[in-house]
């Protein structure tokens, strides 16, 4: 049955092998396009539905708890799944994986830019992907929501969560308020022996308040190194929460203002560069790293802002399960369960916007979700939304 993990006969579950983990991790690397709200969609798609590597539920819970540490979410994701599934090595062996393929990439086209002082055009693949990644996030909230959206509490929770990061809250306060309220009234439930909750109203929500950036003096400028650029980053990888919008703002302010490092127009292009290629969109570091040290910047950069990312997950993933065994701090998950999807819901409605703008991208969204429905691998749908996407800009077909 689908979303149910083999066992064996003794109740405990296989581990998956090494060059298992390497080789999904290594392929989602090469073609999760999107950013992280993709990313979570074809990670489902992969473990839970393909492999049955993890129940929907462990899923769920994998990635609530990754939203409640700081880093790029979806790297933090594959790192827990790869741990679920091999221990120790497999955190290392998921997470490096994941990460390699768009460093490569990322460095490969640094290297361009140094030298040719421009970055290929990616206008046309883009195009073709972006409706395709549009339905993978759909099918995969669908799916996910069956599970984390089972009672009126949690549904009450979404939409609120949803509508307060609309409005503009931001996405750690919408989370921690989710949490909290979910453990609330969980609590109250309890006081009260009652069974069943009913929804929560606007009045019952926890508002706190969004984390705000720290405005930088600026300065005239700091010499280059590569032990301050891996202190940088690794202080980024450590605190960042949020969007790559967020990412931009921490860039910006320690790299252009600060340290005088980078111009605004060099920055721009590092984050375009994040946002096009496909794996983290973190490797904005790389493309930074090689710009100011090269190969040895590019290494530096990359490992500074990932590194804290290995380290959360070691010291919070075998918490998860004592985390779900617990009444208060199991609601707490299910509530920023429910949230998680809520913020991707989100997300997914402002790209879609941008995405399906015209007959060409609406027939490839709709295209793409019949498509997943008889179970085609999103891998090669974004393959192909990317070279129908090219042909229709050679074409002269893009508006």
């Keep these: 049955m689908e979303g149910v993990v083999p066992t064996e006969s003794n109740g405990t579950r296989p581990r998956t092998p090494l060059r298992e983990i390497a080789a999904l991790f290594l392929k989602l690397g090469l073609t999760a396009f999107g950013g992280p709200a993709a990313h979570?969609?074809?990670?489902?798609?992969?473990?839970?539905?393909?492999?049955?590597?993890?129940?929907?539920?462990e899923f769920l819970d994998l990635l609530g708890a990754t939203n409640l540490i700081p880093g790029p979410n979806s790297t933090e994701l594959a790192i827990h799944i790869g741990h679920a599934r091999a221990g120790w090595p497999g955190l290392l062996v998921a997470g490096v994986c994941f990460i390699l393929p768009a460093t490569l990439i990322v460095s490969a086209l640094a290297w361009a830019y140094v030298r040719y002082g421009t970055l290929p055009e990616a206008e046309g693949l883009l195009y073709g992907i972006k409706p395709v990644v549009i339905a993978?996030?759909?099918?995969?909230?669908?799916?996910?929501?069956?599970?984390?959206?089972?009672?009126?509490?949690?549904a009450g929770i979404a939409a609120l969560a949803a509508l307060a990061n609309a409005l503009g809250m931001g996405e750690i306060a919408v989370l921690a308020a989710a949490g909290a309220l979910a453990a609330l009234l969980r609590r109250l439930r309890a006081a009260e022996g009652e069974e069943h909750g009913s929804p929560p109203t606007l009045?019952?929500?926890l508002v706190l308040p969004a984390a705000g950036g720290t405005a930088a003096a600026a300065a005239a400028g700091t010499a280059f190194g590569l032990?301050?650029?891996?202190?940088?980053?690794?202080?980024?990888?450590?605190?960042?929460?949020g969007s790559g919008y967020v990412l931009l703002a921490f860039l910006r302010s320690g790299l252009v203002v600060e340290r005088g490092w980078l111009t605004e127009a060099q920055l721009l292009d590092a984050v375009a560069v994040g946002q096009v290629t496909p794996g983290p969109v973190f490797t904005t570091a790389t493309f930074i790293g090689y710009l100011l040290g090269h190969g040895a910047g590019a290494a530096v950069a990359t490992v500074g802002i990932f590194l804290p990312a290995f380290v959360f997950v070691a010291i919070s993933g075998p918490l998860v399960p004592r985390l779900r065994r617990s009444?208060?701090?199991g609601a707490v998950l299910d509530g920023v369960n429910a949230a998680s999807l809520a913020l991707m819901a989100v997300v997914t409605t402002r790209l879609g916007a941008a995405a399906v703008v015209d007959a060409v991208t609406v027939a490839l969204a709709l295209l793409t979700a019949v498509l997943?429905?008889?179970?085609?691998?999103?891998?090669?749908?974004?393959?192909g939304g990317a070279a129908i996407g090219s042909a229709v800009t050679a074409w002269g077909g893009v508006p």
């Design 40 to 57: 979570i969609a074809m990670m489902e798609d992969e473990v839970v539905a393909r492999r049955r590597w993890l129940t929907r539920a």
């Design 136 to 154: 993978v996030v759909l099918q995969a909230l669908w799916r996910l929501g069956q599970s984390a959206i089972t009672t009126r509490l949690a």
């Design 203 to 205: 009045g019952a929500t």
């Design 227 to 241: 032990w301050p650029l891996f202190t940088f980053f690794v202080k980024v990888g450590a605190v960042l929460f």
């Design 327 to 329: 009444p208060v701090a």
């Design 372 to 383: 997943l429905h008889w179970r085609v691998n999103s891998a090669w749908l974004v393959a």
